[in-house]
């Protein structure tokens, strides 16, 4: 069964203290791995898209990477309005469906 | 640029009902894809239309239907409602079905079931 697991579920940071979310898959026929945020009350906000094992992508302090298996999603130096839920989802070869985890609440203290 | 916009922003229904909830996509955009999304969760995949027709669809039972309109905007309806329909629901717009183009999110309509 394909499937998506991101860890921590809740991550809880103080201001300039850099970490990572970590997604992990098991799905055949990768398409595309997408990070989102979504914030209390709205819905999920398109962050990147990565397509191929290598490959990284950098947004103000995000950076994405994805392998074979897992993305991670690194956040340097974090500010409290990065705190926010954390998505990632995986497209397959089988049309447009985004298969989602369960996501990573990430608070950012001052 | 308009984004893509639901309607309404909450609902409140009771068990039995019937429900249509409405989405606009982005300028430019012509595919729409529907989530479900529970609290604590990540969303859900109901089901995808283009060029008017349902392209895909996930595992949800036939009491969810949708259509899409000759100006991309579609509508999701909810048959004999379920306490367990209680959801935020998600619309998300993108160019093209494939899934290789990033989906853009509405910010939902919160159904609640009493």
């Known amino acids: 069964e394909d499937q998506v697991t991101q860890s921590p579920e809740a991550l809880r940071l103080q201001e300039g203290e850099s970490s990572s979310l970590n997604c992990s898959y098991t799905?055949?026929?990768?398409?595309?791995l997408f990070w989102y945020r979504q914030d209390p009350g709205k819905g999920p906000e398109f962050l990147f898209t990565l397509y191929s094992a290598g490959e990284e992508k950098e947004k103000e302090r995000l950076k994405a990477t994805l392998t074979k298996k897992e993305s991670f999603l690194y956040i340097t130096a974090p500010k409290p309005e990065d705190s926010a839920t954390y998505l990632c989802a995986v497209n397959l070869n089988q049309g447009g469906k985004l298969i989602f985890g369960q996501g990573t609440e990430l608070s950012v203290k001052p | 640029d308009a984004g893509v916009t639901q309607s309404p922003t909450h609902l409140i229904k009771t068990r039995g009902q019937q429900v249509t909830l409405r989405c606009s996509p982005k300028?430019?955009?012509?595919?729409v894809s529907w989530y479900q999304q529970a609290l604590g969760q990540g969303p859900q995949f109901i089901f995808q239309y283009y060029e008017e027709e349902e392209r895909q669809r996930g595992n949800f039972p036939d009491r969810f239907s949708g259509h899409q309109f000759p100006n991309y905007s579609s509508e999701l309806n909810v048959n004999a409602l379920l306490l367990g329909d209680s959801a935020l629901y998600l619309c998300a717009s993108s160019l093209g079905p494939g899934g290789n183009q990033p989906q853009h999110f509405g910010d939902g309509t919160r159904l609640s079931i009493l």
């Open positions: 300028s430019g955009h012509d595919t």
């Open positions: 799905v055949s026929g990768l398409r595309g």
